[in-house]
């Protein structure tokens, strides 16, 4: 760890867990052994990360920090406050970071930039973290972002003509050509495809977390939840020795996909791909404990 001669933020996390831990450091051991236990039970072997895995491990390496950023969980914010860490005072406040310049790819640098000398160094001795969100909330979000917005003409043609073409009968010729009225139950469709995955690999978008950011192979150190975001990103940056001078964006709370509109896009959806869609991702429901949402008919 190259910074300045105090406590890495890894130091701080596990010093602070010697002593009595205060109940959010007891949260955050019993997430880490919970994935533990998971990866042990439910993964065979272990494989060699490529570069190709590496490109969601975002390098700080003034503060001696890895995030694997995970779209549709809070990751612009997160995006924003890396700009900050490691922008050597070009920026002061992650708030006022314009959202298309947090994800500009070179403003961050990932591990997949660097030597495997220098990248086994930096997951022995940086802090790893990575925010998580309930499976099926997060799949809603990234619909509802990607296909019912009238401004992502990107993801209706690259994506949603695709999906209409396959999956509706008797599509107009303007449907075809626009992709922009892709419905839910299409899009799961899609996704419970066979060819889908024979085809390209998911969007980062709907692709699952444990593909991602290969929590069985990378251990991290602190698993935050969309649930828990403020207490986890408050604890995270006092970790990193930041709390007061970085403040965690708040997030619009009205707009915001929750339990009940994600129960909502599930009714009517046909039993047989309620089950094909759980198993499809049904290692981030078990890698980080969530349980079975209450709305699916798969018993």
């Keep these: 760890w190259k910074g300045k001669p105090r406590r890495s933020p890894l130091q ?27 990866c042990k039970t439910y993964t065979r072997k272990r494989r060699v990360l490529t570069a190709e895995d590496l490109k969601h491990l975002v390098v700080d390496d003034t503060h001696g920090l890895i995030y694997c950023y995970v779209p549709k969980v809070a990751c612009t ?17 992650p708030a006022v970071i314009p959202a298309n310049e947090a994800h500009i790819a070179s403003n961050l640098r990932t591990l997949s ?35 019912t917005r009238t401004y992502n003409t990107a993801f209706h043609k690259r994506y949603g003509t695709k999906i209409i073409e396959r999956h509706r009968r008797d599509p107009s010729l303007e449907a075809l050509e626009r992709g922009n009225d892709v419905t839910f139950e299409e899009f799961l469709y899609y996704l419970v495809d066979p060819q889908t995955q024979r085809e390209e690999p998911f969007n980062e978008h709907w692709e699952r977390v444990h593909s991602l950011c290969h929590p069985c192979i990378v251990q991290y150190d602190v698993i935050g939840k969309y649930e828990t975001l403020e207490e986890d990103a408050r ?27 994600t129960a909502q896009f599930f009714k009517g959806i046909n039993r047989f791909y309620q089950r094909r869609l759980f198993n499809l991702y049904k290692m981030d429901f078990l890698l980080f404990n969530y349980s079975i949402p209450h709305y699916l008919q798969i018993h």
């Design 77 to 93: 914010n997160w995006k924003r406050v890396m700009m900050v860490l490691t922008g050597q005072g070009k920026y002061n406040d």
């Design 12 to 38: 701080a996390l596990y010093d602070g867990e010697q002593f009595e831990p205060s109940s959010i450091q007891a949260t955050h051991q019993k997430r880490r052994e919970l994935l533990a236990s998971a």
């Design 235 to 261: 604890y995270l940056l006092q970790l990193i020795g930041v709390g007061d001078s970085i403040k965690f964006p708040s997030s619009s709370k009205t707009t915001r996909t929750t339990d009940g509109m």
């Design 113 to 147: 930039e660097f030597s495997t000398p220098e990248i086994n160094y930096r997951l022995r001795n940086y802090l790893k973290f990575i925010f998580v969100r309930e499976p099926f909330e997060r799949l809603v979000s990234a619909y509802r972002n990607k296909f």
